[in-house]
């Protein structure tokens, strides 16, 4: 029995492209009168053990939204708190990635990073490149409707350098110019923290996405509740449009 099975979890039907919006962990802190970087620092534990237990699933594709375009305007030391805190994550990281054959990936303005976290984000990315056992997206200085203009801005020099041509601008080649272009859209969105919104993250990928939110805080969030979110995707009927009776 394989471990997915050994957790009631359907293998045939398991989501192939997860994507999280890892909120709450400033509330964490907050509950145990503690500072908000605390609760970073409890989450970063939380992604160690999400992404270990997403790769034994069999999860193909893991997008974290880490820190989104609007993040930069928090209070100055906890931006700087987040930054250190991914600047570590990629070093202590980078081993265990290779050993779980996991690729890092990363979506978002990720040039508005400081200058050596972007070095090490991209070192990392060059030195996992060859894993295919599952794609780790983080998103970082992420915000959706910037991806999409930043889309639109692609297309338009394309076709001013006439790499394109007008009846090229279709639904099928809008999405290889955004920042996921390597990436089937999410078919499952899991929201920590009870929050029922998508805050900038992929608008144009999660059209058809299942969205599963949990009051669970992120730090608190781990092997048990993935599971937990994932078999409440497999009792989903995704239509996509069409009626139950077309799907059989
Ligand atoms: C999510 O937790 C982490 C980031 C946005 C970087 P928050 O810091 O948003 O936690 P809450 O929402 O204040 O509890
Ligand atoms: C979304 O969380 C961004 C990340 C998890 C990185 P926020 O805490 O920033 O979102 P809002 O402000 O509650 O919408
Ligand atoms: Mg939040």
Known sequence: MTDTQAHGLDPRRLPRHVAIIMDGNGRWAKRRSLHRISGHIKGVEAVRAVVTASREIGIQYLTLYAFSKENWKRPEEEVKALMDLLYDYLIKELDEMLHNDIRLNAIGELTNLPARVYE?????????????????????????????????????????????????????????????????????????????????????????????????????????????????????????????????
């Not at 041509?165 to 499952?188: M, V």
């Open 120 to 248: 090490k984000l991209l070192d990392t990315m060059e030195r996992t490149r060859h894993c295919h056992g599952m794609t780790l997206t983080l998103a970082l200085s992420y915000g959706g409707r910037a991806e999409i203009l930043h889309a639109v801005q692609s297309i338009i020099s394309d076709l001013e350098n006439k790499r394109i041509s007008h009846d090229q601008i279709n639904l099928d080649a809008f999405p290889s110019h955004l920042w996921t272009r390597e990436l089937p859209d999410p078919d499952l969105l899991i929201r920590t923290s009870g929050e029922y919104r998508i805050s900038n993250f992929l608008l144009w990928q999660m059209a058809y996405t299942e969205i599963y939110v949990t009051e669970t805080l992120w730090p608190d969030f781990g092997k048990k509740e993935l599971i937990e979110a994932i078999l409440d995707y497999q009792s989903r009927e995704r239509r996509f449009g069409l009626t139950s009776e077309q799907l059989i």
